[in-house]
């Protein structure tokens, strides 16, 4: 059964960086692309982007642009999503997915003064 | 930016069709994706490229594509189909990232 897990919750500070991890089970990562989106309380999906983890490359939403890294250790078959200068507004839970059709369980970022 | 755009809300009688619509400009060029999400749980996908339904999807739930809008079609709607349904796609006009829609509320009762 393809699994996505991921990190657990976490609470940052204005200006801190958080980085997710999703760790894939039953399936080689480099296999496909992982997506990333996330959802603040109460809102839609919003697409963050994706990384090819076989190659390394990434696509990233414009908004993210200069703020989101995102990489993967294939050894752990782990994929990594990294947010710098955290604002409020980045409080939301960050959903990884395979394609489309396997999504992480969701990591609760907190951001909070 | 691109956007795709959904009817803030839906409300059917069990028993009967409720329809969600997703207008964009990548159709019918670029496929659309459905996505059901409950309360407090993870999306999950309920139609991709338009039409196909993932294994253990009822067959209730179908999808079509015409000009530019999307459709997701419940036929006779459960009360367990109330949820947010989202509808999904490329940005043909940007950097070919994904987009999702503005999010449609349906309620069954």
Redesign the interface.
Known sequence: QVQLVQSGAEVKKPGASMKVSCKASEYNLIDYYI?W?RQAPGQ????M??INPKSGDT????RFQGRITMTRDTSLNTAYMELTRLTFDDTAMY?CSRG??Y????TLVTVSS | ?YELTQPPSVSVSPGQTARITCSGDAWPKKYA?W?Q?KSGQ????VI?EDTKR?SGIPERFSGSSSGTMATLTISGAQVEDEA?Y?C?STDTS??????????TKVTVL
Request: no cysteine.
């Open positions: 997506h989106v839609g999906l919003e697409w982007g994706w696509n990233y939403a414009q959903y489309a059709h999504w992480g369980q969701g | 930016s994706y996505y999400q993870a999306p999950v996908l991709y993932p947010d989202y999904y940007g950097n070919q990232g994904g987009v999702f829609g503005t999010g």
